[in-house]
């Protein structure tokens, strides 16, 4: 949920809430997530069955992995783990809920008082670090629902079961964030830490992790507004523009005098608009009731606090669940910049790049080049043309390894910085050759003769005599050195050029 500072141009602070629905990651529960038409829908039913669909007086079975996903989640997020929690009935009559109530964790969920901190770009140049942090109110465990399949051609609703009855953790942060870019970050970050960890594979596209989002303005000083939520956003980018087109939107119904209506809206990501749905129940209409099916669930902090007898396998320990926690995504940022002294924002990019962290690390660990040297090439040349072609860092062409032999035949001399990025274009294009033979079948060795550079440059300067009569300016130094490398394929050093020139030149 999200908070803002004052608006200048209306005076109205946007407050704004999020859910996200996670899905944990476990081979058991993780049929395909399909969004087909009904041919292919009737297929999928004729091989599932009534148990595995969530209909009424289908038998509910604890998942173990599940309850370690959203402990784990929950240390990650420095939250109380609830020694005990406690499973609820949410009632309510959709075509896509078979048994008409949902199992959640409404009076006591497994993990509470958490803490995300998130950082985005910010800076006139979108070039600095942003560090912020939301709370996170409650984690809790709760049943999946099935999907609406709206078929506006033929005027019908077809209904895909193949996810009802699937567990998922529902991550609540309170109004902390004030705009759709903080609370995109923030979707990020949690997208990052839930890799990390494995609980959750975080695709929001294929339906693994949903976010809604509850917005509401209000004047400074006043209560806090309405509020809307829009549901089931499957991007941040479209987090980001359906939270600014909802507070801009709310701001001008409450300017032009009229109410905002406590509602459930969508967002259509082609006209960028929020769509109302129905209106927002209240907690009255949801008529909660204790599970009955499900006993009280009990963590235990180590194996000795466990009751006797019990199996191991059948018990959640969090001691051993801590123990597992890997490196989590803001230690590894930390980690790069004091390990390689390379620039905070870079950090944040080789973090949030999926795959680009280790692909920097293989290159620094099989090249002499220093870490600010790989970082420039990593960024620049490797990024810019992976962007290009939209492609992923597993997808480049040009293996670490590669990268590294571009690197070392520069530091040693072999080649020159600008026939580097040449040979690195050539690379690009013919993956299965090597630096070392495109150096030599295309001639781009460094020239090493001083007598040829002497020759070369005597010739550049005694092309120009106007411009070489002093008093001569530094700037026709550097054409003058550009002409030789032109001369030379840029593959002559430019220390010595510079210096050679120089001399002729005084």
Known sequence: MLRSTPTPSCFLAPRLGSRLHLIPWCPSLMPPYLELYLCVIIQLLSIITIWSISFPLSPQVLNRRCVEAAVMTGLALNCTINRK?????????YADLPAGYQITQQRLPIAVDGTLTYSHLGGRKRNAVVTKSVRIKQIQLEQDS????????????LIDLNRAGVGLMELVMEPDMSCGEEAAAAVREMQLILQ????CQGNMAEGQLRVDANVSVHRPGDPWGIRTEVKNI???????????????????????????QNETRSFDGKTGHTIPMRDKEGLQDYRFMPEPNLPPLMVYEACSTAPPGVAPSQVVVLEEVRERLPELPSVRRQRLVETYGILPEHSFTLVNEDGLMDYFEAVIRETKAGPRKVIGWVMNELQGLLHQQNLSVSQSPISPQALAQILNLQENGQ?????????FQELWKTPGKTAQQIVKEQDLGMVNDSTEIHRICQKVVDSHPDQVRPPWKRAVLNKLMGLVQKETKGRADPVLVRAILEQKTS
């Open 146 to 157: 099935g999907k609406s399949l709206h078929d506006d051609y033929r005027n019908q609703t």
């Open 234 to 260: 499957n991007s941040a980018r479209n987090l980001a523009r359906a939270i600014d087109y909802e507070i801009q939107r709310q701001m001008f119904v409450l300017e032009s005098g009229g109410t905002v």
């Open 196 to 199: 990390a960890l494995g609980t």
């Open 85 to 93: 929690s406690l499973f609820d009935r949410k009632h309510y009559f």
């Open 415 to 423: 080649i020159s910085s600008s026939i580097a990025k040449q040979v």
